[in-house]
């Protein structure tokens, strides 16, 4: 029997650039996230999320759900706060990009996450903040 693996994201910043934080897939940290700040972010807690091919970006992924209040919460590639519709970007260290900051190599790191997490239907997500 395979459990069901751990993702934690921490978050470790937030302004109107966006909320960037860590993501470790069983305690091992992995890359940075960005998400949209205020109350456009999910709420910390604990969630399932299950794969699914996204009609939007053509790919499998994982989608959250009890997301409280919040739907369509996905783990995507994107380099900006604009790009995330709400969801979980997933990229390298941020930098400026194009005069934003921004997570570089998401399509990369997105690609990479899936493949760590190949033969898993459903995973668990723990959202903290640490600032």
Known sequence: MKLTPI?????LEESEIGTFGSLLIQGILFCT???????KQIATGMYAAFRFHSPKFGKDTFK???TMGRTDIEFHPGNWVGNT?????LGQDPIKLSG?????????????FMKILEGY???IVIVKEDY
């Open 7 to 11: 993702v934690k994201i921490v978050r």
């Open 33 to 39: 996230t960005l998400e949209p700040y205020n109350d």
């Open 64 to 66: 959250l759900i009890d």
């Open 85 to 89: 519709d709400g969801c979980i970007l």
């Open 100 to 112: 934003k900051r921004g997570i570089p190599n998401s399509g990369a790191t997105f690609d990479v």
């Open 121 to 123: 239907d459903e995973i």
